[in-house]
Protein backbone atom coordinates (compact mmCIF):
# COMPACT_ATOMS: atom_id res chain seq x y z
CA UNK A 1 0.00 0.00 0.00
CA UNK A 2 1.18 3.81 -1.09
CA UNK A 3 0.48 6.13 1.38
CA UNK A 4 0.68 9.82 -0.53
CA UNK A 5 1.52 12.82 2.10
CA UNK A 6 1.21 16.61 1.07
CA UNK A 7 1.86 19.03 4.00
CA UNK A 8 0.20 22.86 3.69
CA UNK A 9 0.20 25.70 6.19
CA UNK A 10 -2.71 28.52 6.70
CA UNK A 11 -2.96 31.09 9.76
CA UNK A 12 -4.28 29.71 12.64
CA UNK A 13 -7.13 31.44 12.35
CA UNK A 14 -8.02 29.84 9.07
CA UNK A 15 -7.86 26.44 10.25
CA UNK A 16 -11.26 25.25 10.68
CA UNK A 17 -12.43 27.29 7.88
CA UNK A 18 -9.51 24.88 5.57
CA UNK A 19 -10.72 21.90 6.88
CA UNK A 20 -14.50 22.75 6.13
CA UNK A 21 -13.27 23.49 2.37
CA UNK A 22 -10.83 20.39 2.37
CA UNK A 23 -13.77 18.10 3.09
CA UNK A 24 -16.05 19.52 0.32
CA UNK A 25 -13.31 19.15 -2.56
CA UNK A 26 -10.47 17.78 -2.11
CA UNK A 27 -11.90 14.84 -0.21
CA UNK A 28 -14.38 14.15 -2.21
CA UNK A 29 -12.52 13.89 -5.01
CA UNK A 30 -9.94 11.83 -3.66
CA UNK A 31 -12.00 9.39 -2.55
CA UNK A 32 -14.11 9.33 -5.89
CA UNK A 33 -10.69 7.76 -7.48
CA UNK A 34 -11.41 4.16 -8.49
CA UNK A 35 -8.58 2.14 -6.43
CA UNK A 36 -8.43 5.32 -3.69
CA UNK A 37 -8.47 3.20 -0.10
CA UNK A 38 -8.96 5.87 1.78
CA UNK A 39 -7.72 9.01 3.50
CA UNK A 40 -6.72 10.86 6.48
CA UNK A 41 -6.36 14.74 7.13
CA UNK A 42 -4.15 15.51 10.50
CA UNK A 43 -4.11 19.19 12.07
CA UNK A 44 -1.69 20.65 14.09
CA UNK A 45 -2.07 24.50 15.64
CA UNK A 46 1.05 26.00 16.93
CA UNK A 47 1.07 29.83 17.46
CA UNK A 48 -0.36 32.04 15.11
CA UNK A 49 -0.21 28.88 12.30
CA UNK A 50 -1.73 25.41 11.69
CA UNK A 51 -0.37 22.25 9.50
CA UNK A 52 -2.18 20.21 7.70
CA UNK A 53 -1.11 16.50 6.19
CA UNK A 54 -3.27 15.18 3.86
CA UNK A 55 -2.84 11.35 3.74
CA UNK A 56 -3.71 8.84 1.21
CA UNK A 57 -4.18 5.28 0.06
CA UNK A 58 -3.36 3.86 -2.76
CA UNK A 59 -2.86 -0.04 -3.35
CA UNK A 60 -0.09 1.13 -6.09
CA UNK A 61 1.66 4.00 -7.59
CA UNK A 62 -0.19 3.33 -10.78
CA UNK A 63 -3.62 3.73 -8.76
CA UNK A 64 -1.92 7.25 -7.29
CA UNK A 65 -1.57 8.48 -11.30
CA UNK A 66 -5.40 8.17 -11.80
CA UNK A 67 -5.57 11.03 -9.62
CA UNK A 68 -1.97 13.13 -9.89
CA UNK A 69 -1.38 12.02 -13.35
CA UNK A 70 2.00 11.19 -14.63
CA UNK A 71 4.10 13.56 -12.44
CA UNK A 72 3.66 11.55 -8.93
CA UNK A 73 5.53 14.26 -6.87
CA UNK A 74 3.96 17.04 -8.28
CA UNK A 75 1.23 18.05 -5.52
CA UNK A 76 -2.28 18.90 -6.97
CA UNK A 77 -4.13 21.96 -5.62
CA UNK A 78 -7.45 23.49 -6.58
CA UNK A 79 -8.61 26.58 -7.40
CA UNK A 80 -9.85 28.15 -3.52
CA UNK A 81 -6.49 26.87 -2.05
CA UNK A 82 -4.98 29.93 -2.67
CA UNK A 83 -7.27 31.85 -0.21
CA UNK A 84 -5.96 29.53 2.88
CA UNK A 85 -2.48 28.38 2.11
CA UNK A 86 0.69 30.54 2.98
CA UNK A 87 2.62 29.04 -0.08
CA UNK A 88 2.02 26.18 -2.53
CA UNK A 89 4.47 23.58 -1.87
CA UNK A 90 5.33 22.23 -5.33
CA UNK A 91 5.71 18.56 -4.17
CA UNK A 92 4.43 15.44 -1.93
CA UNK A 93 6.03 12.45 -0.88
CA UNK A 94 4.86 8.79 -1.29
CA UNK A 95 5.51 5.87 1.11
CA UNK A 96 4.87 2.20 0.87
CA UNK A 97 3.24 1.54 4.32
CA UNK A 98 5.42 -1.28 5.19
CA UNK A 99 3.43 -1.69 8.49
CA UNK A 100 0.26 -1.12 9.60
CA UNK A 101 -0.14 -1.94 13.19
CA UNK A 102 -3.36 0.52 14.12
CA UNK A 103 -5.61 -0.22 16.96
CA UNK A 104 -9.13 -0.48 17.76
CA UNK A 105 -9.99 3.28 19.65
CA UNK A 106 -12.63 3.14 22.31
CA UNK A 107 -15.88 4.18 21.88
CA UNK A 108 -17.80 6.77 24.51
CA UNK A 109 -19.83 3.61 25.70
CA UNK A 110 -16.46 1.75 26.78
Known sequence: MIARIWHGRTR??????YLDYLKETPVGDV?????????QVWKRVQGSEA???FVSYWP???AVREF?????EKAVYYPRDR?????L???VAHY???????TRFPTVHE
Open 96 to 102: EVALDAR
Open 51 to 53: EFL
Open 68 to 72: AGEDL
Open 31 to 39: RAVPGNLGL
Open 83 to 87: EYLME
Open 12 to 17: AEHADA
Open 89 to 91: EPN
Open 60 to 62: SLE
